[in-house]
C-alpha cells in the first residue's frame, strides 16, 4: 500500500499532527487507521514524551489490542524493515516480552491459533529457553489442528458401502437390517410381538486400492500466507501418514528449502519455516516438475497469493508444461479455515487457461477434492 505523504506524517506524528493533516484533506480510514491504531499501541505508551508534549496518541478509538495480536497486525500492515524497527523498539525501548522474551507468560498461554502465529512471526527474536517452551505450545496447537484435519482425511478417504459383501464385524451404519430380520424369523414371539436376533448382518467397507500418487506441496512463505503455511504443513504431515500417497513439502520466496524429511512432525515444519523475502513461484515449480516420477499420477498443490516476484511468463509456461504432461496443478490463493484469499486475479486467469486449477479452500475441503481426484 502506497501512502501520500500527508498520510505518511499523520501516522509518524499522531493525533498532535491531527488538525494540520485534515486541512491537507488527509484524514486516516481503512488500513492507514489500523496502522495509526497498531503505532498508538506501541508508542502511545511513551511517557517521556507526554511530559514533552510530543507524546504520540491515537486517542480516538480505544485499543483492545494482546501482545500477539499486535504483533500479527504489525506484519500484516507494514513492510518488513518497519517491522524490524517496531518489533526492536517493542523489546529494547518498552520491555513489552510477554511472549518472546519471557517463559512464565509462554507457560500460562492459553494454546490458539493467534499466539501461533505470534511465536512463528518472532521466533527468530527468542532465546533458547524461551524457544523450548514456544515449540510445546506450537505442538498443542498443531496436534488440535491434525486431529480436526485427520477426521476429515479419513472421511474424504474412507472406504464405500459394498452392498454385494457382507461383514459380521460390527458397526451399526453398515447393518443390513433386510437380511438380519430375514433370518432371525424363526425366532419371532407372535405373543410378545418381537424378535429374537441371534446373528446381525453387516455391508462390509470397501475400501478400493489405489494406485501410488504424488502429492507435491509448494507453500508461499511471504507473510501474508502464514495462515496458509501453517495449514499446509499440518496437511503434509497428515498425508504423510496414508498409504499410497508420496507427499512432498517445500517452502519458497526467492529460494526454496525441501520441508520432505519432516513430514512426520508438523511442529519441526513450522519451526523451520522462514517467514518473508520475495517470491518465485516459477522456480518452486520447476523444482516440482524435477521430483515428478509418474506425471499423470502426480498433484502439484501451490499455495500462494500468485503475486510473481520472478518472471510471469517462466511461472506460465511451467504450469503449461505440466498440465501438458497431464499431470495435476490446484493453485489455491488460500488454504485456512476461512477460504478468504487476497490475490493477483489476472495471474491466477493466466494460469488458468495454462491448465490450472485455480481456488480457495479450507483443509476439510482440499481433504475432498484430493479424495476425488485421486479415485477417479
Keep these: 500500500m502506497s ?13 498532535a499532527a491531527e488538525s494540520a493533516c485534515a486541512g491537507a484533506g488527509c484524514r486516516l480510514s481503512g488500513r492507514a487507521a489500523a496502522m495509526d491504531r497498531a503505532l ?36 500484516t500492515l507494514f513492510p518488513q524493515e518497519t517491522i524490524e524497527r517496531l518489533e526492536r523498539d517493542a523489546i529494547e525501548l518498552y520491555a513489552i516480552d510477554d511472549v518472546i522474551t519471557n517463559p512464565e507468560v509462554l507457560a500460562r498461554a492459553e494454546p490458539n491459533e493467534t499466539l501461533l502465529k505470534a511465536v512463528l512471526r518472532t521466533k527468530h527474536l527468542m532465546a533458547p529457553d524461551v524457544l523450548v517452551m514456544a515449540r510445546r505450545l506450537v505442538q498443542e496447537v498443531v496436534r488440535r489442528l491434525m486431529e480436526q484435519l485427520a477426521r476429515d482425511l479419513a472421511v474424504a478417504f474412507g472406504g464405500v458401502l459394498d452392498r454385494r459383501r457382507h461383514t459380521r464385524l460390527p458397526g451399526a451404519r453398515d447393518l443390513d437390517l433386510n437380511r438380519t430380520i430375514r433370518d432371525n424369523l424363526r425366532h419371532y414371539d407372535p405373543e410378545r410381538r418381537r424378535i429374537t436376533v441371534e446373528r446381525l448382518h453387516f455391508f462390509a467397507r470397501n475400501r478400493r486400492r489405489m494406485q501410488p500418487w504424488q502429492v507435491i506441496l509448494l507453500v508461499d ?38 520441508l520432505t524429511r519432516d513430514c512426520d512432525d508438523a511442529c519441526a515444519l513450522l519451526m523451520k519455516v522462514q517467514l518473508g523475502g520475495g517470491t518465485d513461484i516459477g522456480g518452486a515449480v520447476g523444482y516440482a516438475a524435477g521430483l515428478i516420477t509418474a506425471p499423470e499420477r502426480a498433484i502439484v498443490i501451490v499455495v500462494s497469493d500468485f503475486y510473481e516476484g520472478a ?20 493453485g489455491l490463493a488460500a488454504l485456512d479455515s476461512q477460504a478468504r484469499p487476497a490475490y ?9 487457461e495454462a491448465g490450472a486449477e485455480i481456488a480457495a479452500m479450507t483443509p476439510g475441503e482440499l481433504a475432498g477434492w484430493l479424495a476425488h481426484v485421486i479415485r477417479s
Excluded at 3 to 15: Q, S
Excluded at 344 to 352: C, I, K, S, T
Aim: proline share 3%; aromatic share 6%.
Design 40 to 75: 498508538d499501541w506501541l508508542y502511545g505508551r511513551d511517557g517521556g514524551g507526554a511530559e514533552r508534549g510530543v507524546r504520540r496518541q491515537g486517542g480516538r478509538e480505544g485499543s483492545a489490542l494482546t501482545v500477539p495480536d499486535w504483533i500479527n497486525a504489525v506484519h
Design 311 to 330: 518472471s510471469e511468463a517462466v511461472l506460465v509456461a511451467r504450469v503449461r508444461a505440466l498440465t501438458g504432461q497431464r499431470t495435476k496443478v490446484l
Design 3 to 15: 501512502l501520500d505523504p500527508a498520510t505518511r506524517w499523520r501516522l509518524i506524528l499522531g493525533e
Design 344 to 352: 493477483d486475479r489476472a495471474m491466477a486467469q493466466r494460469l488458468v
Design 221 to 258: 512463505q511471504s507473510g501474508s500466507m502464514l495462515d496458509s503455511v501453517i495449514h499446509a504443513s499440518v496437511m503434509a504431515a497428515c498425508l504423510w501418514k496414508l498409504p499410497g500417497i508420496e507427499t512432498h513439502l517445500v517452502a519458497f520466496d526467492t529460494a526454496l528449502v525441501d
